[in-house]
Nanobody
């Protein structure tokens, strides 16, 4: 079963940017539509972006135009570039294979926390 490890979170000022990175076992990203999810306490995980195995990105409306997902099959990473961050983006961010029902997935990593605050 694939594993995922996220990194890059931290404290960001409103309007700022942050890049998150996800790695997994070799080859997973080549054959899987990958997604970034986020979760705040008390809420379900939600998809913020996903990228198909042939590199087509899709975004949730709340991040469209601000976030960019990309994949590097050589470096074996999936990245999430986040711009113009606001307090609503404060959450724990996770990567995993894409699912419209995130709670159906089980092999979650530790996630990386992004806090947007002045």
């Amino acid at each position: 079963q694939a594993w995922f490890a996220e990194s890059g979170g931290g404290l960001v000022q409103p309007g700022g940017s942050r890049t998150l990175s996800c790695t997994s076992s070799q080859g997973v990203f080549r054959r899987t539509t990958m997604a970034w999810y986020r979760q705040v306490p008390g809420n379900e995980r939600e998809v913020v972006a996903h990228i198909t195995d042939d590199d087509r990105p899709r975004y949730a409306d709340v991040v469209k135009g601000r976030f960019s997902i990309s994949k590097d099959n050589v470096k074996n990473t999936v990245s999430l570039q986040m711009n113009r961050l606001n307090s609503d983006d404060t959450a724990a961010y996770y990567c995993n294979s894409y699912s419209v029902i995130p709670r159906s997935l089980h092999n979650w990593g530790q996630g990386t926390l992004v806090t947007v605050s002045s």
